[in-house]
């Protein structure tokens, strides 16, 4: 199946720094949805992107579509503590009845 | 509004044992799916449905049925549960738009097979 590769697999920052990370494909995806997930709780969906070269914003929260198709970016400025969590990034493969496919996420740690 | 529940929270089986989770959503969702997730892999589509009745083979669905009686509930069924069966398990819904593919997600059960 297609295959959401996602980067950093972890990241350690100070509060207060900014944070970016990103999703690739090797194929053309035409939505890409941002999640966090809280330790202990489901996804919860941050951003959705449904048009190349789109940038959204949510409070603190960038994201943008790539202008090829094949990847997306997600920005947090001014981290906090409560930032802390799994980010994933996911889409829809071509072919697909609505289902998503989800990259392995980014596990970011806040330091004080 | 709660949006996507389910039920149990928690739950411990031994080898063999069988059990049902219950996804329950109030936003009229056409559609809704069945995760796992473990660790380092992100969410795998289990089982997904396309409305009411019926029921869709996702990316790992050996071991596991479910079942789309009534719209707002989709079930999924272990049964003869095995320890490759332990995971985090969420249920998930979206709306009928076909231009739009969020999904939201229920808080999820905690199995562990022994």
């Known amino acids: 199946g297609q295959q959401l590769n996602q980067s950093p697999q972890s990241m350690f920052i100070q509060e207060g720094e900014d944070v970016s990370m990103n999703c690739t494909s090797s194929?053309?995806?035409?939505?890409w949805l941002w999640y966090k997930q809280d330790p202990g709780e489901g996804p919860v969906l941050l951003i959705a992107?449904?048009?190349?070269?789109e940038l959204t914003s949510n409070g603190r929260l960038t994201a943008q579509f790539g202008i090829t198709r094949k990847d997306s970016f997600l920005n947090i400025s001014a981290s906090i503590p409560s930032d802390v969590g799994i980010y994933f990034c996911?889409?829809?493969?071509?072919?697909?009845?609505?289902?998503?496919?989800f990259g392995s996420g980014t596990q970011l740690t806040v330091l004080p | 509004n709660a949006g996507v529940t389910q039920t149990p929270k928690f739950r411990v089986l031994k080898t063999g044992q069988s059990m049902t989770l219950l996804c329950a959503q109030d936003?009229?969702?056409?559609?809704m799916y069945w995760y796992r997730q473990d660790p380092g892999m992100g969410l795998r589509l289990i089982h997904y449905?396309?409305?009411?009745?019926?029921?869709a083979k996702g990316e790992v669905p050996d071991g596991y049925n479910v079942s789309r009686l009534k719209k707002q509930n989709f079930l999924l069924g272990l049964e003869s549960a095995a320890p490759s069966q332990t995971s985090v398990y969420f249920c998930?819904?979206?709306?009928?738009?076909?231009?739009?593919?969020?999904?939201?997600f229920g808080p999820g059960t905690r199995l562990t097979v022994t």
């Open positions: 936003m009229n969702h056409e559609y």
């Open positions: 992107l449904y048009k190349a070269g």
């Open positions: 194929s053309i995806f035409n939505t």
């Open positions: 998930a819904s979206s709306g009928r738009d076909s231009l739009r593919y969020e999904q939201y």
């Open positions: 996911a889409g829809p493969p071509s072919g697909t009845a609505r289902q998503l496919t």
């Open positions: 449905s396309v409305g009411e009745g019926t029921t």
